[in-house]
């Protein structure tokens, strides 16, 4: 290993020890392609890790750490953190990547190991508050959890008694498997309503209009050609994961195309970058399906087995011959427009570019994997096409599920078993989905203000969670006019780890924790494979290694600061005192007969109901909830791939029925 004059001198006067002992790992794993990580502790060190503290050097001064398995909070990838407890002080001093995260493989953003910063905020809000005097007069006065949920649970039922509407839930980022779509079913509410209206619901109704499930998989790591649009890593919202896949697939040779008006740091590494004038996307997508179509580039066995050519002839050229070939000849017909001089005129880019873009594209065959989430597909009218049009390149490929493709999301994605399903509500929500906007994908949240202020609705209760329009929405004032409205939102209570402008015009600001401290199931399609992922809030864990009782996390974190799983678990057992309202019956342990669930029975359930996981964790000597709090994560699926061409068993065959339309 080489060695630096300043490491050869301390080392020859003995003020650094053994440098040349040291394994010369630069050898033994040169960068030549992408590889596993090789430094970190292993998990059998993880009760007591020992290292130096950098600050005392140099005396060798040693720290003793429990190190706990979290995920983190500061996007959707949910990326795995290891959380370093000091043991002597029982704090957490830093966050790492953990390595037994399938999604993130020990790798992090630059927010993950910032959660430090989050956690050890002096403005964070430790304590329930509620308002004092007029509501957005920024006066408080700190109250107990128990005459939080009192209040609010009182509130609730009061409004359950007379409608299934007025109760809603309005969340920016959920961070759970279907947590909290559950409690408002046992509720029996229709009050569900979320930011994907202003965010990604262009991309989704695009990918929903081909094969209904509304999000792209890409498997970036083994693609020829990696195509993005929009897309600053961070746009595309699997910023890490599907970064160190990129990079895995460029470093085995994958071309990269960007497509984005920015010189974004990901447009900065592409083989070529196309500065796109912003909603043009679809026009330079359409151009090259026509070059792939005229140069005969297609797929043909994908296309003639998995697109529904034949009624397309039959719906739209009834006297037509139903051939293939006819179908082709048709397409042609129909894009004789999207010429490239046409796309680069909408583009303001080359035509040449686009022509050579979509012979790259086109050669790619099934290893093109391609992503569009917000910019593009949101940001312009007509954005939804975005999605389509791109995906289009995908089905004339032949790339949509294929190893090195793009498979639908529900394919790489993990569903828990729940201990309990309540059933859907008998309601609608006017202030969601109003009836007018048939063809909105995800909840009409964008104009919640204006609606209300046309008298179509009020609240009675309203929760935001880590949700703040009165900043992001573009509309701001309008949503300050609303909650400044107690006819009109009755009582809103925001659950929030931190001040927010949203919060302000709370009557009750309620703390829930960072990604450290709290309980959720995790799992997204970052790769070709499903994964879940258990984050959790450490002191807790670590309170149990050390032997010591925990009922409710707030008992361990920061002040007072709790997590949503218990508190909705404790409010929906107060909204129904005395059973009659039906709810209690959801929120049964499914271990202890006629008792109330805890959190731990929530995921043991669910653990134990999750395929391969009880198997793989009796191997470690562990139950499945013990083995998810030792490792943080686990490998459902390692590769999904062409489950089209999954063969359908006799039975569900001959159970299967045709619905009227087909
Ligand atoms: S990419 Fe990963 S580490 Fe970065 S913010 Fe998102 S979840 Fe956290």
């Not at 499903?530 to 009922?551: N, S, T």
């Amino acid at each position: 290993m080489k060695r630096s004059w300043i490491e050869t001198f301390s080392e020859s006067i003995g003020l650094i020890s053994k440098i040349s002992d040291r394994p010369d790992w630069s050898e033994e794993f040169a960068m030549e392609g992408p590889r596993e990580l090789y430094k970190y502790p292993e998990p059998s060190e993880w009760d007591d890790f020992m290292e130096l503290d950098s600050q005392s050097w140099p005396e060798k001064k040693e720290r003793h750490y429990s190190i706990v398995p979290t995920t983190c909070f500061n996007c959707e990838s949910a990326c795995g953190l290891l959380a370093y407890i000091d043991k002597d002080t029982n704090e957490v001093r830093k966050f790492e990547g953990n390595p037994h995260h399938p999604g993130s493989r020990g790798r992090n953003c630059a927010k993950g190991p910032a959660t430090i910063n989050q956690i050890n905020d002096t403005e964070r809000i430790l304590y329930p508050l509620k308002r004092k005097s007029e509501r957005g007069s920024g006066e408080w006065v700190r109250i107990t959890w128990d005459q939080a949920l009192d209040e609010i649970s009182e509130k609730i039922a009061a409004s359950l008694k007379k409608s299934k509407e007025k109760v809603v839930y309005h969340v920016g980022r959920p961070g759970h498997e279907g947590y909290a779509e559950r409690v408002l079913k046992a509720w029996g509410v229709d009050g569900h309503n979320s930011h994907t209206n202003i965010c990604s619901a262009g991309a989704r109704t695009g990918y929903a209009l081909w094969h209904k499930y509304d999000r792209p998989s890409p498997d970036h790591t083994n693609a020829e050609v990696i195509l993005l649009a929009s897309s600053h890593l961070e746009t595309g919202h699997y910023f890490n994961p599907h970064a160190q896949r990129i990079m895995e697939g460029m470093m085995k040779g994958a071309k990269l195309i960007v497509i984005d008006p920015r010189l974004s740091n990901t447009a900065s590494m592409a083989d070529e970058w196309m500065p796109t004038y912003p909603g043009s996307e679809s026009a330079v997508f359409m151009s090259m399906a026509k070059i792939i179509i005229d140069e005969e580039m297609y797929d043909r066995h994908y296309m003639e087995n998995w697109v529904n050519w034949d009624e397309y002839l039959k719906n739209l050229h009834p006297n037509d011959p139903v051939e293939f070939d006819q179908f082709i000849k048709r397409l042609n017909e129909e894009w004789a427009e999207y010429t490239p001089e046409y796309a680069a005129k909408e583009a303001q880019i080359d035509a040449e570019q686009i022509v050579r873009v979509a012979r790259i594209v086109g050669k790619a065959g099934s290893k093109l994997s391609t992503h569009v989430w917000r910019g593009a597909s949101i940001g312009n009218l007509g954005g939804w096409q975005v999605a389509r049009t791109l995906h289009l390149l995908n089905v004339l490929t032949g790339s949509v599920g294929t190893e090195g493709g793009t498979s639908p999301s529900e394919w790489n994605k993990f569903h828990p078993k729940f201990f309990d399903t309540p059933p859907s509500p008998d309601a609608w929500n006017e202030l969601a989905w109003p009836k007018e906007y048939t063809l909105n994908h995800y909840e009409m949240s964008q104009i919640l203000p204006h609606l209300i202020k046309d008298g179509r609705g009020s609240m009675d209760v309203y929760f935001t969670r880590v949700f703040n329009p009165v900043w992001t929405f573009p509309d701001g004032f309008s949503w300050i006019e609303m909650l400044s409205d107690a006819e009109k939102v009755g009582c809103h209570i925001a659950l929030t780890p931190t001040w927010n402008e949203t919060a302000f015009f709370a009557d009750y600001v309620l703390p829930m924790g960072h990604a450290s401290e709290r309980h959720d199931l995790n799992s997204y399609e970052t790769q070709s494979g499903v994964w879940i992922a258990f984050r959790q809030p450490v002191l807790r864990e670590k309170a149990r290694r050390d032997g010591k009782e925990v009922e409710f996390t707030y008992e361990v974190n920061p002040g007072e600061v709790w997590e949503e799983d218990e508190f909705w678990i404790e409010l929906s057992w107060r909204i129904d005192k005395d059973g009659d309202l039906g709810i209690r019956k959801h929120f049964m342990s499914p271990y202890r007969k006629g008792e109330k669930i805890n959190i731990d029975e929530y995921y043991q359930y669910i653990f134990e109901n999750t395929n391969g996981l009880p198997e793989t964790a009796e191997k470690e000597g562990l139950t499945p909830l013990e083995y998810m709090r030792k490792f943080g994560a686990y490998l459902v699926d390692s590769e999904v791939y062409v489950k089209n061409e999954d063969s359908i068993s006799d039975d569900v065959m001959n159970s299967a029925t045709v619905k009227e339309n087909g």
